[in-house]
């Protein structure tokens, strides 16, 4: 298996949807991206950039969010999302993490990711519902 290394990144792209918004902004005409959407693409932009690397008998899992969610992006929005490896310890993998609307700043942070063995994250997931 092979690691990333420190400055490898991952951009992706996005339009705002109007089921990425908060119902209750939605209902109000206020429609925009939602906290925990653009968190998730954010983990999806880090996965996306570690499956590019580590070999297809590994995956990697979410473990640590701290994010700002610092301005609107309303809905039709394009987005940049971009993920950057920032430090590697072992399996860990830590990402500097950001959403651009342009050159404005929607969100940014840091996201860790932990490596793992397919089967022996299979192995875990069955023992614990026998």
């Known amino acids: 298996m092979r690691l ?3 400055g490898e990144t991952n ?5 705002v949807r109007e089921e990425d918004s908060p119902e209750f902004l939605a209902k109000q005409g206020l429609g925009v991206l939602s906290t925990p959407r653009m968190i998730s ?3 999806i932009t880090s996965k996306e950039l570690l499956d590019r690397i580590i070999g297809d008998e590994y995956t990697s899992v979410g473990i640590h969010v701290n994010v700002y ?8 929005a394009k987005l940049r999302f971009v993920s950057r490896v920032i430090e590697v310890k072992g399996r860990r993998i830590a990402f500097g993490v950001r959403c ?3 050159k404005t700043v929607i969100g940014e942070g840091i996201h860790e990711r932990y490596v793992i063995e397919w089967d022996k994250f299979r192995e875990k997931i069955r023992s614990l519902y026998k």
Do not use: F, T, V
């Open 4 to 6: 990333p290394s420190i």
């Open 41 to 43: 693409l954010m983990e």
């Open 100 to 102: 651009l609307m342009g």
């Open 11 to 15: 951009e992706k792209e996005y339009i």
């Open 69 to 76: 969610h610092k301005n609107p992006a309303p809905i039709g």
